[in-house]
């Protein structure tokens, strides 16, 4: 794996994080996978660092690609500027397919919470659309009363204009042509429990590709909900609610195909040995080597 960090272009508190995992090629494989760009939450006015480089991880170790996009926070969101930089990070993705071993129809927009509600809307409403989406706990309605900031925030003292009013409620968005759609949230979560409902029920009318867990316990921003994001709070830690991890990745496999594996070569063995000048016995150049 190798990791790179890229600017938004001519703003440097926008970047996207790159975990890019090798094709395998040594090892006789010749691997493009799935890729995620993972959006934390955090109201749009921080990001959640237990919602970003620990969940890309976690993800990278099933095989597949992922990206966190640091995304623009509080005044910088007017306009829907974040949905811009979606766009952005999408299209990048789909650019570098070839170099980042990527394959470009199986792109993934990933968020928790606000991050949620940016995903879903990159999803619905965004010019270089995601092919699917993994949704954690998302505050996918910002139209009422309690989201008062979030409105201020897109829109200042204006308000919305027409077009612009699917901003802070996208679920109104969905049609037939949504994007597959893995999400959880738990039955404790009173801030996304509600709004995950109507959005399962959008999808439901419409037709559309939907998974979709309630866990019973667990608060809102639980994460992996394991100790690898757990910042010394217990409460976050859930061995039932975890599995959402598992259950996505079976998800993305599922709707999107399996990793197509060959069999192993050891010729790669042979090559290192080559390049490292060894000479070899006359007998382990035939069985010995190619058979260990």
Request: hydrophobic share 40%; aromatic share 10%; with cysteine.
């Amino acid at each position: 794996m190798h990791y790179q960090k890229i600017n938004y272009p001519d703003n440097d508190k926008v970047w996207l994080e790159c975990y890019i995992q090798d094709s395998g090629l040594k090892l006789g494989q010749d691997l493009v996978r799935p890729a995620l760009v993972i959006c934390p939450g955090g109201g749009y006015v921080y990001l959640s660092p237990r919602e970003a480089e620990p969940v890309a991880l976690a993800y990278a170790a099933k095989g597949i690609q992922a990206f966190v996009l640091h995304y623009s926070l509080g005044w910088e969101v007017k306009g829907f500027q974040p949905l811009k930089e979606m766009d952005w990070a999408i299209g990048l993705i789909r650019e570098h397919a070839n170099d980042w071993y990527v394959d470009a129809d199986k792109i993934l927009a990933c968020g928790f919470s606000a991050g949620g509600h940016l995903a879903l809307s990159s999803g619905l409403l965004g010019k270089n659309r995601p092919n699917g989406l993994i949704l954690g706990y998302p505050a996918t309605d910002m139209s009422g009363q309690g989201s008062e900031l979030m409105q201020m925030l897109f829109f200042g003292k204006e308000g919305p204009a027409k077009e612009e009013k699917n901003w802070l409620n996208p679920v109104q968005a969905v049609t037939k042509d949504a994007p597959p759609l893995f999400m959880f949230t738990t039955a404790e979560d009173t801030l996304t429990r509600r709004s995950t409902l109507d959005l399962v029920m959008a999808y439901e009318e419409k037709g559309c590709l939907l998974e979709y867990h309630l866990f019973q316990k667990g608060p809102h921003g639980y994460s992996l909900a394991n100790e690898a994001c757990a910042d010394g709070s217990s409460q976050v830690i859930d061995p039932h609610v975890e599995k959402w991890l598992d259950l996505s990745v079976e998800w993305i496999f599922s709707v999107f195909g399996q990793l197509e594996f060959r069999d192993i070569s050891t010729s790669h063995i042979m090559d290192a040995i080559k390049e490292l000048g060894i000479p070899l016995p006359q007998e382990a150049t035939g069985k010995g080597i190619e058979n260990a």
